[in-house]
C-alpha cells in the first residue's frame, strides 16, 4: 500500500501551481493567500483517507481551500462584532495597509496597478459570488465544473457570476466615475 | 461588452498572472505541512492504535459500574414513583390527614419531595459504583486465579455486555417514572407550581386536590406501565444486538441525532398547551371551574410521556453506543 505521504504528495503535484493561484485571488494579498492555501493543505492532508477517488483531488482540494476560506470570513466576522480577542494592527489603523494589503477604503480612480483594482473589487463581492468569478473568469473552469464542486445546480452559477460582475461593474463605475475608464483602458493614468 | 467590462476582464486576468508569479514550490509546501518528516505517522490516529490492556480494563471498570449505577438509580427512582403514587392515591394530599403517620411526606412542598427522591437516587448511584467497582475486580482475580481460559479483557467485555440490558431498561424506566410522576403532580395538582400545593383551604368552591390526582392517578399508572414496556422492548434489543451482532432498525433511529431535538420539541408543544389550560387546583379569575376534558389531558399526558421517552432513549442509547465504540464491543 503506497504511504500516505508519498500518496498526497504524487497528487498535489500537478495541482499544486494552480491551487496557490486560486487562493490569492480569493484573499485580499498574496500573503494572506499563500497561509490560507497551507492551512487547506494541511487540513487536506490530515483528512485524505476520506478521499476515495484520486481523479477527484483537484476539485476536493478545491473545496477544502474554499471551506478553510469560509471559515476564515466567518471568524473575521466574528471578530469584528465581538471584538473583546487579540486585535490586530490593521484593525487599529482603521483598514491602513499593511504589507501589500489592500482594502476597499485604498481603491482610487489613480490606482495604476490593475492588480490592485481587481483584488480591492474582488473584496466587495460575497464569498460565494467571488469564488464562482475567480473559477470562472482566472481559472477557466466551466460552468458546469463550479456546479458539480459547489455541490449547486448550473443555473444557480450563473445567478452567480451574473450578479457577481454585475457588483464588479458596479463598484468600477462608483470608484471610477464615467470619466475615468477610457483613460484607464488607454494607459494615460499614472 | 461595454468599456467597463473590458477593463474589469483587463484587471482580473492582470491579477491572474500576478497571482502565477513567485509561487511557491511543492516541496516548500510540503515541508512547511511536516510532509517530508520520516517520522510522522501514516495516519493520524496510528499512534493510538496500541493502548495498553491495563488502559482498557480501567475503562471496562468504569463503564460496567456507570452502567450498573445507572440501573441502580433508575430502580430508586421506579420505586420513588410507585410509593408516591401510593400513597397519594390511597393516602394523604387532604390537609386534614394530618394524623396519618405519612403526613410528612405529603404535608411539604412538592420541590421537598423532589429534592428527597432526586438524594435517594443520588445516594443509590454512589452506592452501586462502589459496589460494582469492586465486583469488576473480585471477578479479574477470580479469573487470573482459576487459570481460566478466556482473558480478563474478554471477562470484562463479558460483564459489560451483561449489565447493559440493565442499565438501558431501569435507566430510562427510572428517569421517565420520576419524569411521569413529578409533571403530573406540578401539573395537575399545582396551582401553585412548584410551591405548596397542599397548604391551602380549597373548601370554598376550590377543587380537591384529591380528587384531582385520583382522576389521574389512572394515567400515570398507565404511562409508567408503558413505559416500562417500552425500556423492556429496548433493552431486549439492545441484548439481542450483542447475539445477533446487528443492530435493529429502530434502535439505529432512536440513536440518531435528530431523536432527542425531536423529544425536545414535543416537550415544549406539551408543556405550552399545558401552561395554557392548567387552572390548578384553585380556580381563580373567569374561568371558574372548567376544566379541559378528560381526552385532552390524556392527550397530554401521552405527548409529555412520549417526549420524555425519547429525550431519554436517545441519550441513553447515544451513551451506550459511545461506550461500545471506545470499548471495541
Redesign the interface.
Known amino acids: 500500500m503506497e504511504?500516505?505521504?508519498e500518496r498526497?504528495?504524487r497528487l498535489?503535484?500537478p495541482v499544486?501551481?494552480k491551487a496557490?493561484?486560486f487562493a490569492?485571488?480569493l484573499c485580499r494579498s498574496?500573503a494572506d493567500?499563500?497561509d490560507l492555501?497551507?492551512e487547506s493543505?494541511?487540513r487536506a492532508?490530515?483528512k485524505l483517507?476520506g478521499l476515495r477517488d484520486d481523479g477527484a483531488f483537484r476539485p476536493w482540494l478545491y473545496r477544502v481551500v474554499i471551506s478553510v476560506h469560509r471559515n476564515r470570513c466567518r471568524r473575521e466576522l466574528w471578530r469584528r462584532l465581538i471584538p473583546f480577542g487579540e486585535v490586530d494592527e490593521a484593525s487599529e489603523a482603521g483598514g491602513a495597509q499593511i504589507s501589500g494589503d489592500y482594502r476597499v477604503s485604498d481603491w482610487s480612480p489613480d490606482a495604476a496597478d490593475?492588480?490592485q483594482?481587481?483584488?480591492a473589487?474582488?473584496a466587495v463581492l460575497p464569498a460565494v459570488q467571488r469564488e464562482a468569478?475567480v473559477l470562472f473568469?482566472?481559472?477557466g473552469w466551466q460552468v458546469d465544473e463550479i456546479a458539480a464542486l459547489h455541490r449547486v445546480s448550473i443555473s444557480a452559477v450563473k445567478s452567480r457570476l451574473a450578479r457577481g460582475?454585475e457588483r464588479?461593474?458596479v463598484f468600477?463605475?462608483k470608484q471610477l466615475g464615467t470619466a475615468g475608464?477610457?483613460s484607464?483602458?488607454s494607459g494615460d493614468s499614472p | 461588452m461595454s468599456t467597463l467590462d473590458n477593463l474589469v476582464t483587463t484587471d482580473l486576468a492582470a491579477l491572474a498572472n500576478d497571482n502565477r508569479r513567485q509561487l511557491p514550490t511543492v516541496d516548500k509546501t510540503s515541508r512547511s505541512i511536516g510532509l517530508n518528516r520520516d517520522d510522522l505517522p501514516t495516519r493520524p490516529d496510528e499512534s493510538r492504535e496500541h493502548v495498553p490492556g491495563e488502559l482498557v480494563l480501567v475503562s471496562m471498570s468504569r463503564v460496567f459500574a456507570h452502567r450498573i449505577a445507572r440501573a441502580a438509580s433508575g430502580a430508586t427512582a421506579m420505586v420513588c414513583a410507585a410509593v408516591l403514587l401510593i400513597v397519594f392515591k390511597f393516602g394523604g394530599l387532604d390537609y386534614s390527614e394530618r394524623d396519618r403517620w405519612w403526613h410528612w411526606l405529603t404535608e411539604p412542598s412538592i420541590v421537598f419531595l423532589g429534592t428527597l427522591v432526586g438524594v435517594l437516587v443520588l445516594g443509590a448511584h454512589v452506592v452501586a459504583n462502589g459496589i460494582a467497582e469492586r465486583v469488576f475486580e473480585r471477578s479479574l482475580h477470580q479469573s487470573i486465579d482459576r487459570d481460566r481460559v478466556a482473558g480478563p479483557l474478554d471477562l470484562g467485555k463479558r460483564l459489560i455486555r451483561r449489565a447493559d440490558g440493565w442499565a438501558v431498561v431501569l435507566g430510562i424506566t427510572g428517569v421517565m417514572s420520576f419524569m411521569i410522576m413529578f409533571g403530573v403532580l406540578v401539573f395537575v395538582l399545582g396551582g401553585e407550581r412548584w410551591s405548596l400545593f397542599l397548604d391551602r383551604d380549597y373548601r370554598f368552591g376550590m377543587i380537591s386536590p384529591k380528587s384531582v390526582f385520583t382522576d389521574r392517578s389512572r394515567d400515570i399508572a398507565i404511562a409508567i406501565a408503558l413505559c416500562l414496556a417500552a425500556a423492556i422492548a429496548i433493552g431486549r434489543a439492545c441484548v439481542a444486538e450483542h447475539r445477533s451482532h446487528r443492530r435493529s432498525w429502530w434502535i439505529r433511529l432512536l440513536e440518531h441525532g435528530t431523536t432527542v431535538p425531536t423529544g425536545v420539541l414535543l416537550a415544549l408543544v406539551t408543556l405550552t398547551i399545558g401552561f395554557s389550560l392548567d387552572v390548578g387546583t384553585i380556580a381563580q379569575g373567569s374561568r371558574g371551574n372548567v376544566w379541559p376534558s378528560s381526552e385532552l389531558r390524556s392527550a397530554l399526558t401521552v405527548s409529555g410521556g412520549a417526549a420524555v421517552l425519547l429525550v431519554v432513549t436517545g441519550f441513553t442509547l447515544i451513551r451506550r453506543r459511545r461506550e461500545h465504540e471506545r470499548m471495541g464491543l
Open positions: 504511504p500516505r505521504n498526497f504528495r498535489i503535484e499544486h501551481d496557490v493561484a490569492r485571488c498574496r493567500g499563500d492555501f497551507q493543505v494541511l492532508f490530515t483517507d490593475a492588480t483594482r481587481a483584488r473589487a474582488l468569478i473568469e482566472i481559472e460582475r464588479l461593474r468600477y463605475e475608464v477610457p484607464l483602458i
